[in-house]
């Protein structure tokens, strides 16, 4: 009973906080500062684009770099330097037909993943009513990123994976990762209840078998856990996961952990060697008491050549109601191989 209203009172904070961000180009609702105001509280070293993001995933695709994040159709932001954003469209402008069949109520697609394989981009989302199992994982691909390109156009790929109230696991906060040994590929997903799963895919991104039991990668027995996303790095996999809790705003707890293993499917074991399967997970980052920046979780991880960086969102306690904004950090690795963060990315703005 204490799991069940723990997630029914988050799906009330996610609903009021996380799904209804776009208030910068909507009238002031009573008692919060309307445009210009809020455009003042805003921070100067965030890209003014790069707030209302929730849930970001960033990919590289000719000049820009593209951030794939949650609400209004999964929303698309691009930045020629990781600094300065700018809209670039949406994936859904509406919903897909055949998902009011399996999710009931269904107005928001929450937490994409974006990869690149095989001359298409791949990008999986997640539909789910509010406090329940009652969810699902889509795919959607595109040959281009670039919305001017004759090409560009979203194909509809349908359901990935399903979950309901009679299963111990929750199917969204897709991520994607390809073995690098047997070149197989995975998706990993999960939140809240039995934690994080993982589950093949044939080539075409498509789940290979149905009625196989998902893997267990991580659990986290009577507190909140979310958010999976696998890297491969130094002969390792790691498995990043955010604790805690997101979507209230300054209150927010999130914070990043991670685990690793030899093999893809694990077991992920911490820094202590605590197994992920019995809560294990070592700090990667969390707020202070004295930050600004909330609740920083719900991370993917970018790399180029050579350089890893760390994609997040946290919200902003110096704002009326917190709202979340896109941070970028330089992701390094000490001696031991375990992450170590570098500086963030700052736009510097006047």
């Known amino acids: 009973m204490l799991k069940f209203t723990t997630i029914t009172v988050l799906a009330t904070l996610l609903s009021a906080s996380c799904y209804s961000q776009e208030t910068t180009n909507q009238p002031p609702r009573p008692g919060r500062p309307d445009r210009a105001e809020m455009q003042k509280l805003m921070d100067k070293s ?31 932001s691009r930045s020629s330097d990781m600094k300065n954003f700018e809209r670039a469209g949406r994936v859904f402008d509406k919903l ?25 981009y791949y990008l999986y989302y997640s539909a789910s009513s509010f406090g329940s199992r009652n969810s699902l994982i889509g795919l959607m691909v595109n040959s281009t990123l670039d919305i001017s390109d004759p090409k560009y156009k979203w194909q509809d790929k ?9 299963k111990n696991y ?7 990762i390809t073995d690098k040994q047997s070149g197989r590929h995975y998706l990993t997903f999960g939140s809240f209840w039995g934690g994080i799963k993982l589950i093949e895919l044939n080539k075409d991104g498509l789940a290979k078998d149905l009625g196989v039991e998902p893997i267990s990668l991580a659990k986290r027995p009577g507190n909140a ?16 996961v955010s604790f805690d ?11 990043i952990r991670v685990g690793r293993s030899k093999k893809i499917d694990g077991p992920y074991h911490d820094k202590n060697g605590t197994p992920m399967r019995e809560g294990g997970g070592t700090l990667v980052l969390a707020a202070s008491q004295t930050d600004r920046w909330k609740g920083p979780g719900h991370n993917a991880i970018f790399q180029e050549n050579g350089q890893d960086f ?41």
Not at 170 to 176: K, S, T
Not at 225 to 237: C, G, K, M, S
């Open 170 to 176: 929750n199917a969204i906060d897709p991520a994607f």
């Open 96 to 120: 897909p037909g055949w998902m009011p069949e399996h999710i009931k109520g269904i107005n928001s697609l929450w937490a994409p993943d974006i990869s690149y394989r095989d001359g298409l």
């Open 46 to 76: 965030i890209s003014p684009q790069a707030y209302y993001i929730h849930d970001p995933v960033m990919i590289k695709h000719g000049d820009y770099y593209y951030v794939f994040s949650t609400n209004d159709g999964i929303k698309i």
């Open 310 to 350: 760390l994609i997040y969102h946290a919200y902003d306690a110096n704002m009326p109601f917190g709202p979340s904004a896109l941070h970028i950090r330089y992701l390094n690795w000490d001696k031991d191989n375990w992450p170590d963060l570098g500086d963030e990315i700052k736009a510097n703005l006047p």
């Open 225 to 240: 856990l979310e958010a999976p996303f696998i890297i491969h790095r130094h002969d390792w996999y790691y498995l990043f």
């Open 245 to 255: 809790l997101c979507c209230k705003g300054a209150d927010s707890t999130y914070n």
């Open 158 to 166: 349908g359901m990935i994976w399903e979950s309901s109230d009679s």
